[in-house]
Each structure stands twice: as C-alpha cells, then as structure tokens.
C-alpha cells in the first residue's frame, strides 16, 4: 500500500511530507570516508563520528525500500584521467596525498577505485540511481536534476556525509531549485563536532532557509503507517 501524505515533526515546524513526490538521497557513504584504514581516517579524522550515521540510514533505506519509494545515492568522485579535477580542487589544503594518488582504498577519490565505492551496508539496490559527482553538491555536473524531474519528485530527504560540506551544499543547490529538504539529524555525519552541529542549525535557521531537520524514526513511523 502506497505510503500516505502525513505530517512530520520537525525544526523549525512540522513538514508535509509526500511520500510519492519525495525522493531519498543518500550523500557520499563512501568506503574512503567511513570505513576504519581508508582515506578520512589516513589524514587522521575519527571515522567512529560518520559511522554512528549507518544503523540510522540503514533503517530509513529498508523502510524506504519497503514503501515502494525512490532511493538515490551519490558518490563524490572523478573520472580516471582526472579531466574533470579542476587543478584547484588538487592542490587546495597542500596535501602530501591528495585526489589521484594512491591511498589506502586505491587511487583517491577516483571512480571505479575500492575506496570510492559505497559501503556495504548501504549499497545500491538494483534501480536505483547512483549519481557520481565531481563536485560537492549533488546537482553540479550530474543528471540528478533529470532523474528528479521524470520522477515527479519534488520533495528530498537528504542523508549521508558530510553535514557541512557535501550535504549542506545539496541542500543549498536543492533549495535553489525549488525542492523542500528534510535532513535526519542522525542520518547525517560530520567528522568535527561542531560543525556537525552548525551545519544542522544553518538548515533550519530563519524559519527553515534551506530546509527542515528531524528525525528518521518520525520519517519511518510516517511512511509505515500505509
């Protein structure tokens, strides 16, 4: 049975939300960025404080999955050649390794390589779209505003890593084009404290300037009731 319209508690007030207008869009739950030895934990970021988003997104993906829903992923990452690594987005930081060398996972950040992939815990379902961005936004140099379009999707709920950079930066792209975001707190993931908490507040702000943020237990309750 299709999943109903249905109120959602949320900050900075409840959100409509329409199953069937609305899409899941996991961000960058990457084998590099989460997983214990890969690229994040190399330049010496805690993993332990993105991994706590799994068992959250795992929930809401195999309820979303059970509703008959569209799911969608991204990867952060760039074609083997690097034609589409501005030199900028390479030197910027002045790393020792950066994207193209060798990592842990394979070449960094480089599509195809181990540690560019999705984990497993998450990994794409057969259907569902899985959007390779060069970028951190979700929208730029991608077909993911497409795949939106010819889905009659016009609402989002935005997961994954990381909440100040990739996630807040889809949201923005989003917001732009006129789709309303949810974020789940839990599902979302910020290697720094902090920023995980203003990446939150920055959402919601100014009565929701780029969207709204709850939980993924009240998004679950809503889409099971049927």
Same mark, same amino acid.
């Given at each position: 049975m299709q999943a109903?319209? #249905? @109120?959602?508690?949320?900050?900075?007030?409840p959100f409509d939300l329409r199953p069937a207008e609305c899409g899941l869009l996991i961000i960058d739950m990457q084998r590099d960025f989460l997983e214990p030895g890969g690229f994040g934990e190399m330049l010496g970021n805690d993993v332990s404080q993105l991994r706590r988003t799994i068992?959250?997104?795992?929930?809401? %993906?195999?309820?979303w999955r059970a509703a008959g829903l569209a799911a969608m992923h991204t990867r952060e990452g760039h074609r083997p050649d690097l034609s589409d690594l501005p030199p900028s987005k390479k *030197?910027?930081?002045?790393?020792?390794? #950066?994207?193209?060398?060798?990592?842990p996972m394979g070449r960094i950040l480089v599509r195809g390589e181990a540690g560019h992939d999705i984990i497993p815990e998450l990994y794409p379902a057969a259907g569902e779209p899985?959007?390779?961005?060069?970028?951190?936004?979700?929208?730029?140099a991608t077909d993911l505003q497409s795949i939106l379009q010819n889905r009659g999707i016009n609402? %989002?709920?935005?997961?994954?890593?990381? @909440?100040? *950079?990739?996630?807040? @930066? @889809?949201?923005?792209?989003?917001?732009?084009?006129?789709?309303?975001?949810?974020v789940p707190e839990d599902c979302?993931? #910020?290697?720094?404290?902090?920023?995980?908490d203003m990446g939150l507040r920055m959402i919601k702000a100014q009565g929701g300037i780029f969207g709204w943020v709850g939980s993924s237990a009240d998004i679950v309750a809503a889409i099971g009731k049927g």
């Open positions: 109903k319209p #249905s @109120t959602v508690p949320a900050e900075p007030y068992e959250p997104n795992r929930r809401l %993906l195999a309820a *030197v910027r930081g002045r790393p020792k390794t #950066s994207i193209g060398d060798m990592g899985v959007i390779d961005k060069p970028g951190k936004g979700a929208f730029h609402q %989002l709920i935005v997961t994954g890593v990381t @909440t100040e *950079v990739c996630v807040n @930066t @889809t949201i923005r792209e989003a917001n732009d084009r006129g789709y309303d975001c949810f979302v993931g #910020s290697y720094f404290p902090e920023f995980q």
